[in-house]
């Protein structure tokens, strides 16, 4: 009986040629899609985007000494070289660099600094005389931003 299932199976041999020939074309598809993918998501070349540093900055302002005061309160320290401010009211916008004399940085004492980094404890009291833009009026509506220049993202948007 034993030879008889042996040769039985052995003469058994439809389909399967086909059913290999499709395992195999299953097999190229997916290394084909997985090489296109892994070209498609890899970085080959591609430049990374620029840090967007992560800071907690409170602002306020003094209408009537025409100032603005940013105190950072946590997260990262940033450059001064890369931070600027655009104040909005009523149609007219100012931008600060922290080169510009109506700028001032102080640490977490309140004495003048001359650190490039703005951190932790640190303010920026900005000057607006002279700027253009009006912010004695008790009515007017001003809006803050915050900017890193160096990815070009605002990094606190605010109504003052």
Do not use: W
Not at 131 to 155: C, K, L, M, P, W
């Amino acid at each position: 009986m034993e030879g008889k299932k042996y040769r039985a199976l052995s003469r058994d041999c439809r389909a399967v040629s086909e059913t290999i020939g499709q395992v195999l074309m299953v097999a190229v598809v997916v290394l084909a899609f997985s090489s296109i993918a892994v070209t498609v998501f890899s970085d080959g070349g591609a430049m990374n985007p620029p840090h967007v540093p992560r800071t907690d900055l409170q602002q306020s302002i003094a209408r009537s000494g025409e100032t603005v005061q940013i105190f950072h309160s946590g997260g990262e320290a940033i450059d001064l070289e890369d931070i600027k401010v655009i104040l909005s009211a009523d149609g007219t916008q100012a931008e600060f660099n922290m080169s510009d004399s109506s700028v001032t940085l102080c640490d977490a004492k309140g004495n003048t600094s001359s650190d490039d980094v703005f951190m932790l404890g640190d303010s920026i009291l900005i000057n607006t005389r002279g700027s253009g833009i009006n912010i004695t009026d008790e009515n007017a509506i001003i809006d803050f931003y915050f900017v890193h220049t160096e990815s070009n993202q605002v990094i606190k948007k605010g109504i003052l």
